[in-house]
C-alpha cells in the first residue's frame, strides 16, 4: 500500500470512528430508564451539593391548593411524624415526603440497593443510606409550609445528578 492510499485509509477511519462515538453518545442520552430506575425531571447541570443556592429555584416553592387535601406520610405517634423512607436508583419513596409544619420527623431510612445521601438544604438537613441496610434520622420540618427540594447527596451512578424528590410541608393542624 502506497503512502498516500495509507494517510487516505486513516483518515478514513478516524472519520468513521468519531462518528461512532457521537453515536454512542447520542444513544446514551437517549436511551430510556429501564425497569429499575425511575425517570425524573432533567436538570439542567450537574448540583454542587457544597452550594445548596446551585440546587435551583424551588426553595420554599408555595403550595397549590390540591395539595393542601394531601395527607402526611407515615404515622404520627407520640409527637412526631415517624415515615419509612426509602433510597433507590434513581428516586425516593414516598414522592412526595408530606409533614406538618414544625413537626418533628422520625425516618427509618432504607436503600434499596447502593449507599444514598438525603440533602434538604433549606433546613440544612443531610443523613445516609446505608447499602441495602437500615438507619434512623430526625430533623424538625420547616415551620413554613411549602415544597422543599431533597437531593441524593452521594454519588450513586449515572442519574445521580438528576435523583431528587420533595419535601411538602403542609400548615400545621388546627
Given at each position: 500500500m502506497s503512502t498516500k492510499n495509507r494517510d487516505g485509509?486513516?483518515?478514513?477511519?478516524?472519520i468513521v470512528g468519531l462518528l461512532l462515538l457521537?453515536?454512542?453518545?447520542?444513544?446514551g442520552r437517549n436511551r430510556k430508564p429501564d425497569e429499575n430506575t425511575v425517570a425524573s425531571a432533567p436538570q439542567s447541570k450537574e448540583h454542587?451539593?457544597?452550594?445548596?443556592?446551585?440546587?435551583?429555584e424551588v426553595k420554599?416553592?408555595?403550595l397549590e391548593h390540591s395539595d393542601r387535601e394531601l395527607k402526611p406520610s407515615g404515622k404520627f405517634i407520640a409527637g412526631q411524624r415517624r415515615v419509612t423512607y426509602e433510597a433507590f436508583k434513581f428516586g425516593f419513596a414516598p414522592d412526595p415526603l408530606i409533614?406538618?409544619?414544625?413537626?418533628?420527623v422520625v425516618l427509618t431510612l432504607k436503600s434499596r440497593d447502593v449507599t444514598h445521601g438525603m440533602l434538604i438544604p433549606e433546613i440544612d438537613f443531610t443523613t445516609t443510606f446505608p447499602a441495602k441496610?437500615?438507619?434512623?434520622?430526625?430533623?424538625k420540618a420547616p415551620t413554613k409550609p411549602g415544597k422543599y427540594p431533597i437531593f441524593c447527596s452521594i454519588y450513586c451512578g449515572s442519574d445521580h445528578g438528576n435523583m431528587q424528590g420533595v419535601l411538602l410541608v403542609l400548615p400545621a393542624e388546627q
Open positions: 485509509f486513516f483518515r478514513i477511519a478516524g457521537l453515536l454512542v453518545i447520542a444513544w454542587d451539593h457544597a452550594e445548596p443556592a446551585s440546587h435551583g420554599g416553592k408555595k409533614v406538618r409544619s414544625n413537626e418533628t441496610g437500615e438507619a434512623t434520622a430526625s430533623f
